[in-house]
């Protein structure tokens, strides 16, 4: 297993559609390494999913329990558009009849 900066075990997003109870899941927090695309940025990856918090502890002694989700959402106001890094504008050098396409969405 790779190695975790931190790992936690919190209540799962989802009800099991069998009886409607929160299963708890555990996840490994990080930063991806270098080479990678995402170089840097915080890494969050699903390890195990488990009916109580002592088989998850049994399994991951270690890990940090959470009474919330560990999931990142901006609480900047940004939208997923301004957070993607990309300009506004299109570069110099963009011509959108070589493929037919707009950098407007609403031409």
Request: charged share 25%; aromatic share 14%.
């Amino acid at each position: 297993m790779p190695d975790f900066e931190r790992v936690t075990i919190e209540p799962a997003s989802f009800a099991d559609p069998r009886d409607g109870s929160r299963p708890l899941v555990v996840f490994g927090h990080g930063t991806y390494a270098r080479g990678s695309i995402l170089e840097g940025q915080p890494k969050r990856v699903f390890l195990a999913q488990f009916d109580s918090i002592e088989e998850a502890k049994a399994t991951y002694p270690d890990a940090e329990e959470l009474n919330y989700s560990s999931a990142f959402f901006p609480l900047s106001g940004e939208s997923l558009a301004d957070m993607s890094g990309l300009p506004k504008e299109p570069p110099s050098w963009f011509d959108p009849s070589y493929a037919g396409e707009s950098w407007d969405e609403e031409e």
